[in-house]
């Protein structure tokens, strides 16, 4: 056996290249699944020190089994999560977020295509205002109903636009009684809408995402925009 040969062996690394300590990470990394894991928690499960660790993700990235995912929450702290996973919502905060931020300019686009397109429509529901944005192209990010459905709803509240409830006559007349639509306050007097019940003058009373609001969630009465709107009026 040559010299050469004596001094590979003891450095060679079964497993694809992954040592022990790497094995353990990327275990406690993949049992986590879409929720990710932060770096200190990692720390915690696996014992190992921190020059350890971070050689080891370094290692694991390099391989493309891990990869670094920005939490909208805990902005200074790192997340990894398998490859094969997705991070959760909880983690990149929806469709909203675009690498842990609010995709501003995006919603802010959203919110002009809709209201120009209510104002061409007259009266339009959520969906069709989604079939136009699909029959139409009018962005070239592709958005979702859901998402369509959000914009529509933080425009109420932010008295762009107001919802009515269809009466199937008139303007109304393509869409089913009953069936909520919304439309532009005429000559921009938004006392016209319909009172649709008492908690419509608190914006939970209509925030599609009320389920989801808890007072340490991503969505909460004290991260929220309109609820602080609100109280100052």
Not at 43 to 71: C, F, M, R, W
Not at 159 to 166: L, Q, R
Request: aromatic share 6%; charged share 25%; hydrophobic share 35%.
């Amino acid at each position: 056996m040559s010299l050469l040969q004596k001094r590979k062996r003891p450095e060679s690394k079964p497993g694809g290249g992954l040592v022990e300590s790497d094995r353990m990470v990327l275990n406690v990394i993949k049992s986590k699944k879409e929720m990710a894991i932060w770096t200190r928690d990692l720390k915690k499960e696996t014992n190992l020190p921190d020059p350890i660790i971070n050689k080891s993700l370094k290692n694991l990235q390099a391989l493309g089994l891990i990869k670094e995912v920005a939490h909208v929450q805990m902005k200074g702290r790192k997340h990894y999560i398998a490859a094969e996973f997705e991070p959760s919502k909880e983690i990149t905060g929806g469709s909203w977020y675009v690498d842990g931020n609010l995709d501003t300019a995006f919603i802010d686009q959203l919110k002009d295509l809709c209201l120009k397109i209510i104002r061409k429509l007259k009266v339009a529901t959520a969906d069709g205002v989604y079939d136009f944005f699909k029959t139409n192209r009018l962005t070239n990010t592709d958005c979702t109903s859901q998402q369509i459905s959000e914009i529509l709803r933080s425009m109420v509240l932010d008295n762009m636009i107001i919802d009515v409830t269809s009466t199937g006559l008139g303007e109304y007349h393509s869409i089913p009684i009953g069936k909520l639509c919304y439309r532009c306050p005429p000559a921009g007097d938004l006392s016209q809408g319909p009172i649709t019940g008492a908690m419509v003058s608190i914006p939970c009373g209509i925030c599609p995402r009320i389920r989801q609001c808890t007072p340490d969630g991503i969505i909460s009465p004290s991260t929220c925009v309109y609820y602080t709107k609100w109280l100052d009026f």
